[in-house]
């Protein structure tokens, strides 16, 4: 993570946040974003609920991070034990794994996301413009 995000691997300096987004009563992907602890350090990010009307992307901005490039790293697989237990899969479903990396005006990633979700409940729909 250190590297993706451009921070010292040898300290303590990325904030992780975890998350599981619901479908009624199905558990349907379990998120994980780290922050570099810079931006994150005296914000609500250290908050379960982020006081900010425009959420975590909305502290970024405030903080002079503003999104001007993502990638994302997209595969299938079959779920880890520990996965399987937090979205209750039923044998034989696999994943999406999804990394997002954003990246600001000055080309720096500044907060990266892990998407855990289930392949029998999620779909991925990309509508992007091209400059």
Known sequence: MADRLGVSAKAKSVLQRE???WADDDPVQRVTTYIPWTIAKGTG???DEVPHQYGIHGVFEDKGHTMKHIREEISARMPRAEETQHLRLPP???VIDV???SVDQDGQPYEVTRFVMRADMTGL???VPVE
């Open 19 to 21: 998350n599981v987004f």
């Open 92 to 94: 034989g479903v696999p």
């Open 99 to 101: 990394w997002h990396t």
């Open 125 to 127: 729909l990309y509508d």
């Open 45 to 47: 990010l250290l908050k």
